[in-house]
């Protein structure tokens, strides 16, 4: 599975159509270490493995449990040569992965490399290297229909969220996003003044907290920020039970778009028809530049810069808001 929020949870969609059409028993998850927290969204019925790799102990132990797993085939997501590296080193007989990074020969069934193109959403990609039906990334249904209750552990693994709850009053603000600047819009508070009957949870990590403050500053006691107070779990429960989501692009928009919850994506530097939130019950807000999709951390225009974010207005965000919040 990939490293980044956004990329496990649209892998994850994919891997839940390709475990439906295998008979049980025939697919088991490697998880980076970094995403374990997310292994419970995959629900309780596919198996997992947390790939560990601080150091040579834990790399040694972590492919000695992937190699008495018995496996005929690995399915490589990320595009690193340090994955295609741990599946040479399994003995896995066959290799399925994209030709990158020089790793080749580390594959038994290298794929072309322009089917990882940033012109098509990247599910498709993972459905082709996962040898599954590709299906359009709006077909996802959520989590809802296979995810219960979170209630502690059983078995060792997350039971999952509390997606069948009434959904809450709050509409959830995400304005970070670890990639960089370019990702952020500023817009936060000029929505919030807009819906005053409307009560809000800013939701981030630490970094996200001052943003979060000057926002809840100005609306007093109709702004609740969490940024950085909560686990990634805790966030999603909260997520799991909001009106709607707006959110820049990244993990946190994904975990919305996952889990069902209505999300409006708002795009800068990155591209929605590579990257678009799952599902139906999703908006994108995004004004196309000449210079965009640059993918670039930080604007790098002399004059004008993150225009590709500051053109997506409020309005234009509220608008795409009222129509799919409940």
Known sequence: MPNWIGDFLM????????????????????????????????????????????????FRKSLSEIRSGGFDTLYLLPKSFSAAWLGFRSKIKRRRGIRAQNRSPLLTDPLPFFISAKNRHITLYYSDVLEAACEPPENWAGAARFLSGLAGEEG??????????PAGEEIVLCPGAAYGPAKQWPGYRDLTAMFPERKFIILGDKKDFETGEEIAA?????????????????????IARASAVVSNDSGLMHAAAYIGTPVVGIFGSTSPQWTRPLGKLTRIAHVKQECSPCFQRECELSENRYKCQKSVTAGYVAGLLGEVVR
């Not at 025939?26 to 997310?38: D, F, Y």
């Not at 100005?218 to 909260?238: C, D, P, Q």
């Open 156 to 165: 060792g693994q997350p039971r999952g969220l509390p997606v069948h709850e």
């Open 218 to 238: 100005v609306f007093s006691g109709r702004v609740k920020n969490l940024a950085g107070k909560t686990s990634l779990k805790e966030a999603m429960e909260i």
């Open 11 to 58: 892998a994850a969609s994919v891997v839940r159509r390709k475990f439906d059409e295998l008979p049980a028993g025939q697919l088991t998850v490697i998880v980076p270490e970094k995403q374990a927290a997310l292994a419970f969204l995959l629900g309780d019925d596919i198996p997992y493995i947390v790939y560990r790799r601080k150091n040579g102990g834990e």
